[in-house]
């Protein structure tokens, strides 16, 4: 349970009480969009805002990183337990790293039905308790399976919810595959007020030429780089104590280098 005191505690983060900003990360499943999107929230943490993380995938490990390796209760299976309804809005939401608000939308049992299917049931649920009203987020990042751009896995993207897109690839074809469907879908919709592509980041595999691969991609796209992930020994160090590196410590290199990123981030509005 949340208490007064955690909430009270959060809503004293940061003072930029009333604006709030909702950014999808979107990925081929496996590319490190999850580890990207915790460090980023845990940099935006430390920079003292108020961030929400919403894992958008049936493995619900979005948040594993945020909360020292404990798996919160998804969403689906707080409605599975309890007939379809939600108990309260502290039910499906557990604060961690800083106070980043964490929730995993999780998915139905597998071959039972449409694992988007999550996404949309924890969307409504967070709407029914006034989720953001409640904890004032001056940051919300989807965490969101980007294999397939269709039903729930498209939520995000639509009016209402995320106003920009970050992806996250690295120089392997099928990454650059699957993000080239996501900025695909932002085009198709763009006249239905859907969430606006604001770059790419890249997370590298050592393939070679990478980066000249990847920058040639979002030319293409007619998008930017907002930041290269070097491969680092560091980011797994970090992960086997259930944490970020930028938890882990801050003044490593490649702390440094996700929190350029999400400085970036931060600074820029939305078009």
Same mark, same amino acid.
């Given at each position: 349970m949340i208490g007064v005191s955690e909430l009270n505690a959060y809503h004293a983060l940061s003072s930029d009480e009333g604006i709030m900003k #909702?950014? &999808?990360?979107? *990925? #081929?499943?496996?590319? *490190?969009k999850s580890t990207v999107t915790s460090t980023l929230s845990a940099c935006m943490a430390d920079a003292g805002k108020k961030v929400m993380q919403i894992g958008c995938d049936p493995k619900a490990d979005s948040t594993f990183n945020l909360l020292k390796g404990r798996q919160i209760v998804p969403a689906m299976d707080v409605l599975l337990a309890n007939g379809g309804v939600c108990p309260s809005l502290d039910s499906v939401v557990q604060l961690g790293y800083k106070g980043i608000a964490c929730v995993e939308a999780g998915g139905p049992t597998p071959g039972s039905g449409c694992a988007g299917r999550g996404i949309v049931k924890t969307f409504d649920v967070l709407e029914e308790f006034d989720a953001f009203g409640v904890y004032h987020p001056d940051y919300v990042l989807f965490d969101v399976l980007g294999d397939v751009v269709c039903g729930g896995f498209a939520t995000p993207l639509r009016a209402g919810y995320a106003e920009e897109v970050v992806i996250v690839t690295s120089g392997e074809k099928m990454a650059l595959y699957a993000a080239e469907n996501i900025a695909k879908a932002l085009d198709n919709f763009a006249s239905r007020g859907y969430a606006k592509l604001r770059g790419i980041i890249l997370n590298c595999r050592s393939v070679p030429n990478e980066e000249e691969i990847v920058r @040639?991609? &979002?030319?293409? $796209? @007619?998008?930017?780089? $907002?930041?290269?992930?070097?491969?680092?020994? @560091?980011i797994q160090k970090a992960e086997d104590q259930g944490m970020t590196v930028e938890e882990m410590d801050s003044q490593l290199p490649i702390s440094h280098t996700f929190q350029a990123i999400a400085k970036k981030i931060m600074d820029c509005g939305v078009a």
């Amino acid at each position: 349970m949340i208490g007064v005191s955690e909430l009270n505690a959060y809503h004293a983060l940061s003072s930029d009480e009333g604006i709030m900003k #909702k950014i &999808a990360i979107y *990925g #081929k499943g496996g590319i *490190g969009k999850s580890t990207v999107t915790s460090t980023l929230s845990a940099c935006m943490a430390d920079a003292g805002k108020k961030v929400m993380q919403i894992g958008c995938d049936p493995k619900a490990d979005s948040t594993f990183n945020l909360l020292k390796g404990r798996q919160i209760v998804p969403a689906m299976d707080v409605l599975l337990a309890n007939g379809g309804v939600c108990p309260s809005l502290d039910s499906v939401v557990q604060l961690g790293y800083k106070g980043i608000a964490c929730v995993e939308a999780g998915g139905p049992t597998p071959g039972s039905g449409c694992a988007g299917r999550g996404i949309v049931k924890t969307f409504d649920v967070l709407e029914e308790f006034d989720a953001f009203g409640v904890y004032h987020p001056d940051y919300v990042l989807f965490d969101v399976l980007g294999d397939v751009v269709c039903g729930g896995f498209a939520t995000p993207l639509r009016a209402g919810y995320a106003e920009e897109v970050v992806i996250v690839t690295s120089g392997e074809k099928m990454a650059l595959y699957a993000a080239e469907n996501i900025a695909k879908a932002l085009d198709n919709f763009a006249s239905r007020g859907y969430a606006k592509l604001r770059g790419i980041i890249l997370n590298c595999r050592s393939v070679p030429n990478e980066e000249e691969i990847v920058r @040639n991609f &979002a030319q293409r $796209l @007619n998008t930017e780089i $907002l930041g290269i992930v070097p491969r680092d020994d @560091n980011i797994q160090k970090a992960e086997d104590q259930g944490m970020t590196v930028e938890e882990m410590d801050s003044q490593l290199p490649i702390s440094h280098t996700f929190q350029a990123i999400a400085k970036k981030i931060m600074d820029c509005g939305v078009a």
